[in-house]
């Protein structure tokens, strides 16, 4: 890596994090890195995520699960080390989520691609994966987000928004209801006809986050708003939560995290997320969204967004 130029090489991850990292070009083959700390962007090409598409997941202990445009086959690049570990095949081409258990590194660490009705298990030195189905308590016909808190899987799923955990028992995985208390009722407004929900793990809590949408107009959607709840246990029941205090919530299209950012440029108790080119921030305080264009480079199109924490 040391006779690699620089526009090869991600930024020094280690310096910020989050970082908002933008593939774009024909077959993914830019990326932008953001740094939200310092309101500044880096242009790269990094042959490692030319052709790439990064599968549905977080940026896990610096990790990224891609999957290779043509071949299909998948692995997993640290951007940090820029390590690549290659993964066994995958026949299914198709996946819901991806979640890294662990560091490569840790004798205990696990790789799970999740589709809707199994999913393929994975331990570094494995030759292959390791097929599980699915049992379930409740009605289900796809997942909606999918988080891990305190080591636990924990999953909404569809049509009824039942929240589920997840229990390894060989040679299945069973999913069992975590509450019987009904989803939230959602404050909806005249014209917020769709939602996005996502399970977040907040200071040591569980919590549903609802992306709110005002209309469609053309191909896609305006977020108007944000409702939070957090997972009562001893009520069984989501209590709705206002205020998240010094964390921050960063949404990516198909999960969230949240963080306690000491930055003074990255706001407190505020939802960040993307829509189309631009970086919008959601204050909960006065339920304002603002927005900006990090990087004008970017297509209008064919961009995708991910959240990359060192």
């Known amino acids: 890596m040391e006779n690699r130029v620089g526009y090869s090489l991600p930024p020094s991850l280690y310096q910020s994090r989050p970082w908002l990292m933008i593939s774009h070009g024909q077959d993914a083959q830019r990326q932008t890195f953001f740094d939200i700390s310092k309101n500044y962007y880096y242009s790269k090409i990094i042959p490692e995520l030319c052709d790439k598409g990064i599968c549905r997941s977080c940026s896990s202990y610096g990790w990224l699960v891609l999957r290779d445009y043509t071949s299909h086959d998948c692995s997993l690049l640290n951007l940090v080390s820029m390590e690549m570990i290659e993964l066994p095949p995958i026949e299914y081409s198709t996946s819901e989520y991806c979640m890294l258990w662990l560091p ?16 393929m298990l994975w331990r570094p030195g494995d030759a292959e994966f390791v097929r599980k189905e699915f049992l379930f308590d409740v009605e289900f016909n796809s997942f909606s987000s999918v988080n891990i808190h305190e080591g636990n899987i924990y999953a909404l799923v569809a049509p009824h928004g039942d929240i589920v955990k997840a229990d390894f028992k060989d040679p299945i995985v069973h999913f ?3 509450i019987n208390g009904e989803e939230p009722s959602l404050g909806l407004q005249e014209g917020q006809l769709f939602y996005d929900s996502y399970l977040v793990e907040c200071n040591g809590e569980m919590l549903l986050v609802y992306k709110i949408y005002s209309a469609s107009f053309l191909s896609y959607k305006v977020v108007s708003t944000f409702e939070i709840f957090r997972l009562d246990h001893a009520k069984d029941a989501w209590i709705e939560v206002k205020d998240i205090g010094e964390r921050t919530i960063f949404l990516s299209e198909y999960q969230g995290r949240s963080s306690l950012v000491s930055n003074p440029q990255v706001k407190p ?3 960040y997320f993307t829509q189309r080119r631009h ?3 959601f204050d909960l305080d006065d339920q304002s969204i603002e927005l900006s264009l990090p990087c004008p480079n970017v297509s209008k199109s064919n961009s995708a ?6």
Do not use: E, Y
């Open 104 to 119: 490569p590194s840790d004798p205990n660490s696990h790789l799970l691609v999740v589709f809707k009705d199994f999913l």
């Open 176 to 178: 069992k209801k975590l």
């Open 269 to 271: 108790n505020s939802i």
């Open 279 to 281: 970086l919008c921030i």
């Open 305 to 310: 967004f991910c959240w990359i924490w060192g």
